[in-house]
């Protein structure tokens, strides 16, 4: 992986300059590189890892999907359909004993509830679903969501 992408991945609000050191590019050159990034698609966006106290309007559950996929489009349609739903923030076909992963988003208990029950479930291939809800999250992509206080006492053995 290009070492300029590890760098954004790790931490997209670095300064071209900042950047450029780090990567022993020019900075018109980190920021040539990053525009062609943009334009031909490989940065898809940026997000920002919000705490969880910040956001206690929102609800989070990871939807486990099993499908029949269609001849000559495999899981791709479905897919399709279940990614143009709002609430879906990330989509990916999994290996093992469930074909899709679904992260959702909602207010509440009962919004994603009536998604997979209303939506989802009946959704043409899909054979079943099972959610679990996000209770709390302690790291994401590299970042400690919460800082703990350091227990400094150290172990102590017999």
Same mark, same amino acid.
């Given at each position: 992986?290009?070492?300029? +992408?590890? $760098?954004?991945?790790? #931490?997209?609000?670095?300064? &071209?300059? =900042?950047?450029?050191?780090? !990567? %022993?590019? %020019? ?25 969880? @106290?910040?956001?206690?309007? #929102?609800? *989070? ?11 000559? &489009? ?6 399709? !359909?279940?990614?143009?739903? @709002? ?15 679904? *992260?959702?988003?909602? !207010? #509440?208990?009962?919004?994603?509830? $009536? ?6 479930? *009946?959704?043409?291939?899909?054979? %079943? *679903? ?9 790291? =994401?992509?590299? +970042?400690?969501? /919460?800082? /703990?206080? !350091? @227990? =400094?006492?150290?172990?102590? %053995?017999?």
């Amino acid at each position: 992986m290009d070492t300029l +992408i590890k $760098l954004l991945k790790q #931490n997209a609000r670095l300064s &071209c300059k =900042e950047l450029a050191a780090m !990567t %022993s590019m %020019s900075e018109a050159d980190v920021e040539k590189k990053i525009k062609e990034y943009e334009h031909s698609g490989v940065i898809k966006g940026y997000s920002a890892i919000v705490a969880d @106290d910040a956001d206690e309007d #929102n609800v *989070t559950a990871f939807i486990e999907v099993k499908v029949t996929p269609k001849a000559d &489009c495999g899981f791709d349609d479905i897919a399709k !359909t279940i990614m143009m739903y @709002d609430e879906v923030e990330s989509l990916t076909l999994m290996s093992g004993s469930f074909d899709l992963a679904i *992260t959702i988003s909602g !207010t #509440n208990y009962k919004e994603i509830a $009536l998604f997979v029950a209303q939506r989802l479930s *009946t959704i043409d291939g899909v054979i %079943s *679903t099972t959610t679990h809800f996000t209770l709390k999250r302690y790291k =994401e992509k590299g +970042i400690f969501i /919460e800082d /703990e206080a !350091t @227990d =400094e006492r150290g172990f102590v %053995s017999p």
